[in-house]
């Protein structure tokens, strides 16, 4: 219901622009979610022109409405691999207004296989901080809609990234144990134009690493002579950043504790901001005098833009929060 509006219209003409670049030889499913979940086929069907005709029917007869299930979905998703020689992609469209984060977080984590996800956040208010990570945890990327004209743009160039991939199952032997902690340890595919970024910190590089994955379903090595490199300032924190990241994906581990220490003494260390740690900026200039007391009244505010109230809540906006002029806190400092 909260894709009442601009969402659903951007939701459906990015899934016709995935339709249209389908080609033989591919595998495709649609699975919708609102309060319950339902799909197209039983199973991924292959691309056809009767498949195609059933599939566009079904995406222009979708609606907003019920709540955002979206367990069901990703169990729908990622119950099935991929046959032999094919990487399954797995594209998730959502406004992403959710709050049940950690049990899909290990649902990702639990049902991911050898499947890669993919998602894309639609509207004005979507749960970036989900979409990001569940795209991390299913080592893939996030893209973000937020305006129905940008739809053909961003949905071709994610397209163009996912139907060329160049290397997965990633792996690189630095040639050295000695103090070398390199982030991130799970490494993502790699698409065509895009670059491999790594952060090492070490008492002493090694003079050269070897890098390995499956490339064209063959095994592929390469060696990488270390040398020629400058310095530069922010590679200890971006260093850190990637740390941190990596450690946040352990939420719900048995050993997150441990991990949630690290976090802490890498984010001080380094000056960051993470979900433990904050930059505090003290007002010395108050210009209220402390003997008054602050007056503050809540004020009713406006759903994001482009929601529909009986959309999201079923029933006629109220007249209070109607007649709200502004949506902000009043008082007196």
């Known amino acids: 219901g909260s894709m009442g509006g601009q969402s659903i219209v951007q939701a459906k003409a990015a899934l016709q622009l995935a339709l249209d670049r389908l080609k033989p030889g591919d595998a495709f499913n649609i699975i919708q979610f609102n309060s319950y979940t339902s799909r197209l086929f039983r199973q991924a069907e292959a691309v056809n022109a009767t498949t195609m005709k059933q599939a566009r ?48 977080f290990d649902i990702i984590q639990q049902q991911l296989g050898h499947s890669r996800l993919f998602t894309i956040g639609i509207g004005s208010a979507p749960n970036s901080h989900f979409m990001q990570r569940a795209a991390s945890f299913g080592r893939g ?78 095994n592929w090595t390469s060696t990488m002579q270390l040398q020629g490199g400058q310095q530069g300032n922010g590679i200890a924190t971006l260093w850190a950043r990637n740390k941190i990241a990596a450690l946040m994906q352990r939420q719900g581990d048995a050993e997150f504790e441990l991990a949630k220490q690290t976090i802490i003494n890498t984010a001080i260390k380094h000056h960051l901001v993470s979900q433990y740690t904050s930059l505090v900026a003290v007002d010395v200039t108050p210009v209220r005098p402390v003997e008054e007391t602050l007056d503050k009244t809540a004020v009713p505010t406006h759903l994001p833009d482009g929601w529909e109230y009986n959309k999201v809540f079923g029933q006629t906006f109220p007249a209070t929060a109607t007649d709200a002029r502004y949506n902000f806190m009043i008082g007196m400092f």
């Not at 609606?63 to 797995?90: I, P, Y």
């Not at 053909?152 to 397209?159: G, I």
């Open 57 to 104: 029917r079904y995406v222009r007869s979708l609606t907003a409405n019920g709540g955002t299930e979206m367990a069901g979905a990703l169990q729908a998703a990622l119950s099935v691999q991929a046959e032999t020689g094919h990487l399954r992609q797995v594209i998730f469209l959502t406004d992403g207004s959710i709050g049940n984060e950690q049990a899909l």
């Open 141 to 218: 990327t996030h893209t973000y809609i937020g305006k129905l004209d940008e739809v053909q743009t961003r949905m071709q160039a994610l397209f163009e990234k996912i139907e060329k991939p160049l290397l997965k199952d990633i792996a690189i032997d630095w040639q050295q144990t000695d103090r070398l902690e390199a982030w991130p340890q799970n490494i993502n595919d790699l698409y065509h134009g895009e670059p491999l970024l790594l952060t090492a910190k070490a008492g002493q590089l090694p003079t050269q690493l070897e890098i390995s994955g499956r490339l064209a379903n063959r």
